[in-house]
């Protein structure tokens, strides 16, 4: 079992930059395929990016490909989430979750609380 705290979180004019750290207590970290998802009002959860045990391969969402970035260091226990040229549709609760696959949602097993992410226009 894994525990996850995200943290980063704030408010951001449009454009601009954020980056969301998720730190995992738990000695199988590195086992598992890390992700990060995020919610709006009103819509459901979907994925925004998810990276393999060892960091080789990442997933994307097309909407934010080239503009965020996932990387993992499992010296650390943490999973990072780079946000670059944000917009104000990038607005929602971002997630953290450790599963077994980085870019199958359902496979997502174990959940951070959420940290919030405004994109002000």
């Known amino acids: 079992q894994v525990q996850l705290v995200e943290s980063g979180g704030g408010l951001v004019q449009a454009g601009g930059s954020l980056r969301l750290s998720c730190a995992a207590s738990?000695?199988?970290?590195?086992?598992?395929?890390m992700g990060w998802f995020r919610q709006a009002p009103g819509k459901e959860r979907d994925i925004v990016a998810g990276?393999?045990?060892?960091?080789?391969?990442?997933y994307y969402a097309d909407s934010v490909k080239g503009r965020f970035t996932i990387s993992r260091d499992n010296a650390k226990n943490t999973v990072s989430l780079q946000m670059n040229s944000l917009k104000p549709e990038d607005t929602a609760v971002y997630y953290c979750?450790?599963?077994?696959?980085?870019?199958?949602?359902?496979?997502?097993?174990?959940w951070g609380q959420g940290t919030q992410v405004t994109v002000s226009s």
């Open positions: 979750a450790a599963g077994s696959s980085s870019r199958i949602p359902s496979s997502y097993r174990y």
């Open positions: 990276v393999t045990w060892n960091g080789g391969n990442t």
């Open positions: 738990g000695r199988t970290f590195s086992s598992y395929a």
